[in-house]
């Protein structure tokens, strides 16, 4: 596929991205079940999955948080097709994560352990957000002495920045 607006990222990232489309595009032949790779009408995509999933990559390694930002940039998918393809894409991502992980060997390394609030509404609202209301629950946050209504994310994470 042909990105005129990806011309003016250096040549460096246009060759990675070119390496991160083709492990993509492994992975995906690795791990993807059949029912997922052979399901109603996927020969008529005008993106690849493997593409989509390059993408998702793509836009977390350069820190770009608006979709509709990101999508323009590549001009090769609209912002809201890009959503839903990633959300059919969610398991996908999730068994290549565990693939990985199972694959890695953490046992002589440094791993550091901490955990972060999510606040899913302000703190004014604690008492009366109806959001998440079966699984979030109300928290102290120590080092700013608040409460927070959200959740509790606790991460392993190794010396090299692998997320565990």
């Not at 492990?23 to 997922?36: G, K, N, Q, T, V």
């Not at 590549?74 to 809201?80: L, T």
Request: glycine share 4%; net charge positive; with cysteine.
């Amino acid at each position: 596929m042909n990105y005129p607006k990806l011309k003016r990222f250096s040549h460096h990232l246009q060759v990675s991205f070119k390496d991160l489309t083709k492990i993509c595009s492994h992975w995906y032949r690795l791990y993807a079940p059949d029912e997922f790779k052979h399901r109603r009408n996927v020969n008529q995509l005008k993106t690849s999955d493997s593409l989509i999933l390059a993408l998702l990559i793509w836009q977390a390694k350069t820190g770009i948080e608006s979709q509709r930002r990101f999508c323009e940039c590549f001009g090769c998918i609209s912002h809201s097709r890009f959503n839903r393809r990633s959300r059919q894409l969610l398991k996908l991502v999730y068994q290549i994560r565990q693939e990985l992980n199972q694959k890695i060997n953490l046992s002589d390394q440094l791993l550091i352990i901490d955990s972060f609030p999510v606040p899913v509404c302000q703190p004014i609202r604690n008492y009366r957000a109806k959001i998440f209301r079966d699984y979030a629950d109300i928290g102290y946050k120590a080092t700013k002495k608040i409460f927070y209504y959200g959740f509790k994310v606790h991460a392993i994470v190794s010396a090299d920045g692998y997320i565990l």
